[in-house]
């Protein structure tokens, strides 16, 4: 399929972000943080290594399933492209921290429970379950190879002892129970202990099957499959606050599903043009609200923000509201429209604002104001004069997350070296930090970072020239009621917590 009006640009709205997703643990390490970003200070408290297809064999010949062997996530060099995370998720406690990767596995890290009573390990996780998701398809009406990379997951909120999500590749959604089971029955009368049929003619007593202890045993299974919805490539999917329904977003169409229904969706935004030479923006991200279930947002790659209520009609081509900052002629540059479009779009946990991250920036909107944005926030303003070089090497297309803490007080993202940032709203503090292998200590406190753009440069900077653009934060989570915090760089998963007195 070709999009006009340039392949360019069609490659800015369609670009999917370089899929990556968590790994079990490797060397604890741990990091603090205070409630505000500005003077507070985090912690490393682990930084868990994707596992790779040689480690994975090592943990099933390991005693303890749930640990690693640590051999084979010391050398950086078995990581593979499959290996780098593409989407972090914290499910509604904060127990539980999903992880998909490029290679269509999804692996599940668990708070340690003897962790939480102690204050200074209390971000500490391990390694729960481990499956693979998606495997890589062909659509041979198409001729389109459709890869496995996990671009989403979500959790649906715990109703029972198992636990429930969603995970996405480009086409097709997956619902998924993960379970534990500690007990296995056994007697049967037909079967031998083997799972063999027995030979009738021996039976000469009648048993009752009993349950017995067994060690833990987590299981995966796919309790729904939703596919054959979407001609063009997911980047979004959120769940209803009525938990029946779940809506999945692509590059011009918005599906509304039924958890129990999986042939059969309702378009409700539909923004494909009669002639596709028309086509001048397309959907990045799609969110419900968090306590309304028939209001939703959907973002755009022109930078703009649609408002819609199912209320109105069935299908939400009419928005309700249009959240749009009108552009400065000053700043209009070949560039303007690539680096307005917005990569990701989050209500607050209260649902009265809406958070937006673009290339340069994250904007903070009021429902009830629709003309500007009421808070902006620079995130790294200084490669503003960078953008040529960036948009030669494709870095201008890069799609950057963000995440609002519990509170709805502090955000944060990511950016190049490794860096991420956070937003104090209160005191409109900010700090940069790294998330690196060089601070993988026990307990290293981690200094804010700075970046000099020009003149003299002091000891703790590092100057604009020296970035490494390799090295990216696009995928962050924040734990939802505690500072604990999640960041993702390449094949490595950080968890930080803010630093206790």
């Known amino acids: 399929m070709v999009l006009q009006p340039s392949e360019r640009h069609y490659r800015d709205w369609n670009h999917r972000r370089l899929g990556p997703w968590c790994s079990p643990t490797g060397s604890p390490a741990p990091l603090s943080c205070e409630t505000g970003c500005g003077e507070g200070s985090w912690i490393l408290v682990c930084r868990l290594l994707v596992p790779t297809q040689v480690s994975l ?3 099933e010949e390991d005693i303890d399933t749930r640990k690693i062997n640590n051999s084979f996530l010391r050398d950086h060099s078995y990581a593979t492209e499959a290996d780098i995370i593409s989407t972090v998720e914290f499910n509604h406690t904060g127990e539980l ?8 596995r999804v692996v599940i890290f668990q708070r340690e429970q003897e962790s939480k009573n102690q204050i200074h390990r209390r971000g500490e996780y391990n390694v729960y379950s481990t499956f693979q998701s998606h ?3 062909f659509d041979y009406l198409k001729s389109l190879e459709i890869e496995e990379k996990i671009n989403k997951i979500r959790w649906l909120p715990q109703q029972n002892a198992a636990y429930f999500l969603l995970s996405t590749n480009d086409k097709t959604v997956k619902l998924w129970k993960v379970s534990e089971r500690d007990k296995r029955p056994e007697g049967y009368n037909l079967k031998d202990e083997e799972g063999r049929l027995r030979d009738p003619a021996t039976i000469t007593t009648l048993r009752v099957p009993v349950l017995r202890p067994m060690d833990l045993m987590v299981e995966a299974t796919p309790r729904r499959v939703f596919a054959n919805a979407h001609t063009y ?20 169409r918005i599906n509304l599903w039924n958890f ?3 042939n059969q969706s309702f378009n409700i935004v539909d923004i494909k043009p009669a002639n596709m030479e028309e086509l001048t923006e397309v959907i990045t991200a799609a969110e ?8 939703f947002v959907y973002s755009s790659s022109k930078g703009t923000i649609r408002l819609c209520d199912m209320r109105a009609s069935a299908l939400c081509d009419r928005h309700t509201k249009f959240f749009e900052e009108p552009e400065d002629p000053s700043n209009r540059s070949f560039f303007s429209e690539i680096i307005s ?11 009265r604002y809406i958070m937006t991250r673009d290339y340069l920036t994250v904007k903070v909107w009021d429902l009830n104001m629709e003309n500007r944005p009421i808070e902006t926030y620079q995130v790294h303003d200084y490669l503003r004069s960078k953008l040529c070089s960036l948009y030669e090497n494709d870095c201008i297309f890069d799609k950057f997350e963000c995440v609002w803490n519990g509170s709805d007080s502090v955000i944060m993202t990511g950016s190049y070296n490794n860096f991420f940032r956070m937003f104090d709203r209160n ?11 060089e601070n993988s200590k026990p307990r290293a406190i981690l200094k804010p970072r700075k970046v000099c753009v020009g003149g003299k440069r002091r000891k703790d900077e590092i100057s604009v020239d020296s970035l490494d653009f390799s090295k990216k934060i696009l995928h962050t989570a924040w734990h939802p009621s505690e500072n604990i915090i999640a960041v993702a760089a390449t094949n490595n998963l950080y968890i930080f917590q803010d630093k206790v007195n």
Request: charged share 25%; net charge negative.
């Open 260 to 262: 129990e229904i999986t």
């Open 135 to 137: 495997e890589p398809e």
């Open 341 to 351: 479009s917005i990569s990701d779009v989050k209500f607050s946990h209260s649902g």
């Open 427 to 437: 005191t409109k503090r900010d700090v940069t930090l790294e998330a690196s292998r």
């Open 97 to 104: 921290l999903a992880t998909g990767d490029k290679g269509g």
């Open 57 to 59: 064999l090592s943990m």
């Open 288 to 295: 419900f609200h968090p306590h309304h279930c028939n209001t």
């Open 233 to 252: 490539h997911i980047n979004s999917i959120s769940v209803n606050s009525d938990y029946e329904t779940y809506m999945s977003a692509d590059d011009l």
